[in-house]
């Protein structure tokens, strides 16, 4: 590929990352606005070994404008940045980075990614959340549920990193072991990467309820096994394509400053998955 001098790149990182669906859905925004010949998003495999010569070559490279960051570098891609914003700072997680002036910026898109799909099915005020995992897409989310005014329980596989959550974030802990007999919650949030291929449940189906709120920051061309058994029991279903499309969205206007096309950019996802149920 032949990329122009003066297109400003802007690159997806991690580890896997072949199957990211950033690269469509940015791609058609800046088409949707005829910045096709200014911007172009591209995927970028990198190792937690090779993170450090990646954000040398990003501080040094003219032509990389922006990341989007994946697992595994959210939070140690931290020490590579000059500037964090009040979000990211308090998260402890970076998803987007911007270059200005040689100074690399880093911000935390997944937040407002997640509370905004949230907001978008229910009022969470006063609402219970049980959320599974304590990593960088949890914190984020977690963080956001606490602004919110949501009552945040947390299951995780890794009680130390559970309970610096409930020092830092006031939420509440529990046992891994214990989340299938949780009872009295709102909404159930999947931060870990259980199920993502469809198979193996994060929580038992007999958790689930009619009366629920099921999140899986995960999202599978076939339904993650979380959201395909919430299905069956009449849940409310939000996947990960509606959070990477919110975060995406901020992303967006970060890298450029604009108004981000949300239709563009959401056909663009609607139609990289409806591709791969058909494969």
């Not at 190792?47 to 404008?65: F, R, Y």
């Not at 329980?153 to 130390?160: A, D, F, T």
């Amino acid at each position: 590929m032949v990329i122009d001098s003066n297109t400003k790149l802007c690159l997806v990182i991690g580890d896997p990352v072949a199957h990211s669906l950033s690269p469509a859905m940015h791609n058609a925004a800046y088409e949707a606005l005829g910045l096709g010949s200014q911007y172009l998003f591209l995927p970028s495999k990198v190792t937690a070994a090779d993170l450090a010569i990646k954000m040398s070559e990003v501080k040094e490279s003219p032509s990389i404008h922006a990341l989007a960051v994946t697992i595994p570098h959210k939070e140690t891609i931290i020490k590579y940045l000059n500037v964090l914003d009040e979000t990211a700072k308090t998260i402890g997680a970076v998803n987007t980075v911007l270059k200005v002036n040689g100074k690399l910026l880093g911000y935390n898109t997944d937040c407002y990614g997640a509370i905004e799909s949230l907001k978008k099915h229910t009022e969470l005020s006063g609402k219970k959340a049980a959320v599974l995992g304590s990593g960088g897409s949890a914190r984020a989310i977690i963080y956001g549920l606490v602004k919110e005014k949501c009552h945040v329980l947390v299951y995780s596989r890794n009680i130390e990193k559970a309970k610096e959550l409930a020092n830092e974030f006031g939420c509440e802990i529990a046992e891994w072991e214990k989340r299938n007999s949780m009872t009295g919650v709102d909404m159930l949030i999947n931060a870990t990467n259980i199920g993502r291929d469809g198979k193996e449940l994060p929580i038992s189906e007999d958790v689930i309820t009619s009366k629920h709120i099921v999140f899986d920051i995960n999202y599978n061309a076939k339904g993650t096994s979380l959201l395909n058994a919430a299905k069956r029991k009449g849940a409310i279903v939000i996947d990960g394509l509606e959070m990477l499309l919110r975060q995406g969205m901020l992303q967006f206007e970060i890298y450029t400053g604009l108004k981000a096309p949300e239709e563009a950019m959401s056909n663009a996802l609607k139609n990289k998955v409806d591709h791969a149920n058909a494969v």
